[in-house]
């Protein structure tokens, strides 16, 4: 970036109103969700960052797309549509569209996995892993060790450490390895991405040995952004060359279009192998529907078929992923820790830093998510030792390295000054972290624990040791004040 500043490449024509709390209803209302931010109703939210997963806005382009939906069971025109985009920015042969992200990993999961195989990755990600091990396979992270070092600034932490990776393949066989899993801007490290240089590497190897790849190009044209940034002689390159080169490499991808795909539902798997395809087709009528719309309305696959189109555009990753580093910086400077390198959708608090006197086992992460609804009503997301549950095969809790607390920026939807707001409020949490007290579960779903878990507070009513309210205290509309 220039010394000049830079602003949004667009400007608001429609504004949806948002709602202030009092900190009683606030208190209320996450006791009533169990502490776990999943479970509020959207309507006791402010400023709400739980997640950019379909909370993007779409552009007046996109909702004129709504208006061409063919909404014919087979062979739909935005089908056509998609096809065509997704083949020009990701180059690969075949498109399968799906409801949204995990279709397309239990798709390729149940084709390409056998029981007892292993499924290497750059780090986890829960629905990815999830399916993986639902098809019989056990996940082994391979990710460079500085992505598990929220202080480590290495440009590229979401790559994939090669001896890692060759130290698998020798113990186990490259025949019991289906594929690797290359996720790009790696979620759980903190949007990290990965190096042009690190996945071409990556691939060749895994080539060598008949290993297949399939990246998670959940995140890619946010990736494609940072190589730009960041790696020697990608400067002058656009993000769709990068995506193109990336794409080039792998034998397909699954994609969630929620995320840099701009719209509010849908996904695609995308492979260059016939009979992977092939099989693909056969399963997405079965889970998702008919292979031509996989479980989305038309007018769906014509809004992705053009969200996809505006990501690639400069001007909007460079606003998109500068309000990220704007909110990271204040952060920072404000003395609260973070994930260095500011990463591309969110910014990561390292909460175990920030209560080192809540240890592992009572999640200090999720306790932190809590304070900080109670404080102002803006959403966050637990990324710690909940979201790392279970080890699949001994039940017993995976000890996860990073305890993140995920401030996500949906794209297009906050101001500068909502950015202000998180950070004060993150300050006055920091100001009273001694007074925090953590969490134990009261309920734990066995998958995807994260979702739908229930905790209270180890002593009292509250995360704040020196707040307590009566059980009958009834929390009135009255206490609502709107906030104009
Ligand atoms: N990611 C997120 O908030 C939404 C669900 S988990 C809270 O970050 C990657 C890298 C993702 C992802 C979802 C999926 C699944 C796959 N890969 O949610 O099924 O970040 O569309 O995608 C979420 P779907």
């Known amino acids: 970036m220039t010394g000049r500043s830079w602003a949004e490449p667009y400007k608001i024509k429609m504004v949806e109103p948002l709602r202030m709390t009092t900190r009683e209803h606030r208190n209320r209302a996450i006791v009533e969700a169990g502490f776990n931010t999943f479970l509020l109703r959207s309507d006791d939210v402010y400023i709400d960052l739980l997640t950019d997963s379909g909370t993007n806005a779409m552009s007046d382009r996109q909702w004129a797309g709504l208006m061409l939906g063919d909404e014919a069971y087979a062979g739909s025109v935005n089908f056509e549509h998609l096809e065509s985009v997704v083949r020009k920015y990701y180059g690969f042969k075949h498109i399968i569209p799906t409801h949204q992200g995990r279709g397309a990993e239990h798709i390729l999961s149940q084709i390409c996995i056998k029981p007892d195989d292993s499924v290497p990755g750059n780090m986890y990600f829960t629905t990815t892993k ?52 290359l ?34 190009a959940t995140r890619a044209s946010e990736n494609c952004y940072f190589i730009r940034e960041r790696e020697p002689e990608q400067e002058q390159r656009s993000i769709p060359e990068i995506l193109l080169e990336i794409c080039s490499y792998a034998d397909g991808c699954t994609v969630s279009a929620k995320k840099d795909g701009i719209v509010n539902i849908g996904g695609f798997l995308a492979v260059n192998d016939d ?57 920072a400077q404000a003395g609260i820790p973070i994930v260095h390198p500011i990463g591309g959708h969110a910014v990561f608090i390292d909460a175990a830093a920030f209560l080192p006197q809540i240890p592992r086992e009572q999640f200090p992460a999720q306790t932190l998510v ?60 920091y100001e009273q972290r001694d007074q925090l007290v953590g969490l134990r579960f009261t309920y734990e779903p066995q998958r995807l624990r994260f979702f739908q878990s229930r905790f209270a507070p180890i002593v009292g009513t509250s995360v704040f040791a020196n707040f307590a309210f009566n059980d009958d205290q009834t929390v009135q509309q009255s206490n609502l004040v709107s906030r104009s």
């Open 130 to 181: 999830f399916h993986q091990e639902l098809a019989g396979a056990r996940f082994v992270d391979v990710i460079i060790d500085e992505a598990h070092d929220p202080a480590s600034n290495h440009p590229f932490k979401g790559n994939v450490d090669l001896c890692k990776l060759e130290r698998l393949i020798e113990s186990v066989g490259a025949e019991r390895i289906p594929y690797l899993s």
């Open 275 to 331: 009979d992977i395809a092939e099989e693909a087709r056969n399963l997405c009528v079965v889970y998702e529907g008919l292979h031509t719309y996989g479980g989305l309305a038309g007018r769906d696959m014509e809004a992705m078929a053009i969200g996809i189109t505006e990501s690639m555009d400069l001007d909007h990753q460079r606003a998109r992923i500068g309000q990220v580093e704007y909110l990271g910086n204040k952060l």
């Open 370 to 429: 809590a304070a900080i609804y109670i404080d102002s009503g803006i959403r966050s997301m637990e990324r710690g030792s909940v979201s790392a549950g279970r080890d699949h095969a001994t039940g017993e809790n995976v000890q996860s390295r990073l305890e993140l607390v995920r401030l996500t920026l949906p794209r297009r939807v906050y101001t500068q000054a909502h950015m202000d707001v998180t950070v004060e409020s993150v300050r006055a949490v």
């Open 183 to 216: 996720e790009t801007n790696v979620n759980m490290a903190g949007g990290q991405p990965c190096s042009l240089e690190n996945i071409r590497a990556t691939c060749e190897l895994c080539h060598q040995h008949g290993i297949r790849v399939f990246l998670d």
